[in-house]
């Protein structure tokens, strides 16, 4: 089915030649003139006039902050969740993510600017539609494409001419052309003509006080030139650079890229870790030093383990699709094994350092400092702390944790049993009173010099305490692997 619809302009009869490549066609002039364009025609005018209604499918960590960019840009924006709590919450003005301010949604609010909906009818009203759906990975490793298939069954239902839609969630080469496409284009509508379809996805950094969804470059590639084309001119309206590129594909495996390169060099990193710790050598120092290096060398940090919803997963997206391509994909594999072994390598350090103490691992206090899966964020998901916390309890070690953003770790059949509890005060009985205390994430707000001063022994993953175990000589530090 080929789109034809019609728009009414002051300036219509002027912009035919450019809109039909040539001399207008006979149309009857008795007003009001309707003008017959194509969907591409109707949707520039719209970008042009910011007359966009922007949906965005999905209000967690990724889309939430991209619907209050798509507001402050002066676009209405309809957001559509599956959970009626998050909904409520975005109606009422608040936000449930720490990167995006309960204020700037209230004041959308108050413009008639952000709407929530679980109603999903309500698709048919977007002329954008972001996809920002979770994309996990199963039990063996392979995509759960669950999520995806839901929103894009949810839009089918509803695709009218003149809609652009926007994949963001990480996903596997192909996800774009192969999966959603198709089932597009089975009710008639044509991509790139009716309507368009392109893969641009979110690099959203947690936390990070410089780099937002805003001012973070945006890479954006459509199925055709044309989507392309007009997607790249809807997310310039609200992200300062858009680097476009020549087809979706290219755009999933930049991001796969950019993942797979910092898993593969913290891999690195985390192995060089192990190999200063055969040798004697602080890996803190190894590091500093060969960060001098002007050119040629990119700074990484040895810790517990990868976490966070991107690293520890995305590169399993492309190692499965390539396993279907029958290649191996070796240092995704390879850099996977050494930072899985991160937790039970620095247990193995704590229970060395205990055993020096004359201590067993079984029965002692250990203080666990941050379980968030880095610095100054409350998130917890793939946290390798999980790991420890959970690998500690299973050797009978008297665990609890303080991090001042989680205030509780709920059993909800993913987490490990033994990570289950309650976050404990930060005080200087609580450093005093464990056997040793574990930096597993060194959150800013965390006073290091106070854990050096009252903690018997640190086992600190991060180098936390480095400015400060010089002036406790007598408390043990172990913050090199
Ligand atoms: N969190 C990050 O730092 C980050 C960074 C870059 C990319 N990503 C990618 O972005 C995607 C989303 O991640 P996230 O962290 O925002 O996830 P999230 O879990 O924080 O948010 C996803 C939201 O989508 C909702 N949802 C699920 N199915 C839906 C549907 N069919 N229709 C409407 N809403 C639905 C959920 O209720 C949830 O609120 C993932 O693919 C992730 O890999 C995440």
Redesign the pocket.
């Known amino acids: 089915m080929r789109a034809a619809l019609f728009f009414q302009t002051a300036d219509a009869p002027a912009r035919l030649p450019a809109l039909f490549g040539g001399s207008p066609p006979v149309i009857a002039t008795s007003p009001p003139i309707y003008w017959p364009v194509g969907t591409f025609e109707s949707l520039s005018g719209k970008i042009d006039r910011r007359e966009l209604v922007c949906g965005v499918?999905?209000?967690?960590?990724?889309?939430l902050p991209l619907a209050v960019e798509m507001g402050r840009a002066g676009l209405r924006v309809l957001g559509?969740?599956?959970?009626e709590r998050?909904a409520a919450l975005v109606n009422a003005g608040e936000s449930h993510?720490k990167d995006v301010k309960g204020a700037d949604v209230a004041s959308l609010r108050r413009s008639g600017k952000l709407e929530a909906t679980t109603d999903?009818s309500r698709l048919g009203e977007c002329d954008v539609i972001s996809v920002?759906?979770?994309?996990p990975l199963g039990k063996t490793k392979d995509p759960d494409m669950s999520?995806i298939v839901?929103?894009t069954e949810?839009i089918v239902e509803r695709l009218r001419p003149g809609q652009i839609v926007v994949l963001?969630?990480?996903?596997y080469p192909g996800t774009t052309r192969e999966l959603m496409l198709p089932r597009f284009e089975s009710n008639g509508l044509q991509v790139g003509k009716d309507f368009f379809l392109c893969f641009s996805?979110?690099?959203?950094?947690?936390g990070n006080p410089k780099w937002h969804t805003r001012n973070t470059p945006k890479v954006l590639g459509g199925v055709t030139a044309q989507c392309t084309e007009l997607g790249g001119r809807v997310y310039k309206l609200f992200i300062d650079h858009v680097v476009e590129v020549t087809s979706p594909e290219a755009a999933e495996l930049a991001?796969l890229l950019e993942n797979t390169f910092r898993m593969i060099n913290i891999g690195l990193v985390n192995e060089m870790a192990m190999i200063c710790d055969r040798l004697g050598v602080d890996v803190w120092e190894v590091i500093e030093a060969a960060a001098t290096k002007p050119f040629g060398y990119m700074k990484f940090t040895p810790g517990p383990g990868l976490g966070?919803?991107?690293i520890p997963?995305?590169p399993h997206y492309l190692a499965w699709k390539m396993r279907t391509l029958h290649y191996k994909t070796r240092m995704i594999e390879l850099a996977g094994e050494i930072n899985t072994e991160m937790p039970a390598f620095w247990v193995g350090k704590l229970q060395d350092a205990l055993n020096d103490a004359g201590k067993p691992l079984k029965g002692s206090k250990v203080l666990v400092l941050g379980v968030a899966y880095k610095k100054d964020i409350d998130?917890l998901r793939e946290s390798p702390a999980l790991e420890i916390l959970d690998l500690l309890t299973n050797k009978g070690v008297v665990v609890s944790y303080h991090d001042p953003y989680v205030p509780e770790i709920v059993a909800d059949g993913h987490t490990p049993p033994g990570a289950v509890g309650v976050s404990v005060p930060f005080t200087d009985a609580a450093l005093n009173a464990a056997d040793a205390v574990m930096v597993v994430t060194d959150h800013s707000s965390i006073d290091y010099d106070r854990v050096c001063r009252h903690a018997h022994l640190v086992i600190d993953t991060r180098n936390a305490c480095a400015r400060h175990e010089a002036a406790h000589p007598e408390r043990a530090v172990i913050a090199h692997a």
């Open positions: 499918m999905g209000l967690g960590y990724v889309g559509f969740e599956v959970s998050v993510i999903m920002c759906v979770p994309t999520y839901a929103a949810a963001e969630s990480t996903t996805p979110e690099r959203v950094d947690p991001k966070g919803h991107c997963l995305d998130d």
